[in-house]
């Protein structure tokens, strides 16, 4: 999956905005699989 298929996964809704869209591009670009924390 490259990293724009990675970015429109993670940017559908529901989601709340916490990151631009040129920061999810960044961190996909340095960071294949980016940890998250929910809560």
Do not use: A, C, W
Not at 2 to 16: F, I, Q, Y
């Amino acid at each position: 999956m490259d990293v724009t298929e990675k970015v429109d996964l993670v940017s559908r809704p529901p989601t709340e905005e916490v990151v631009t869209q040129e920061e999810l591009l960044e961190l996909f670009k340095t960071n294949s699989k980016p940890k998250h924390y929910i809560g």
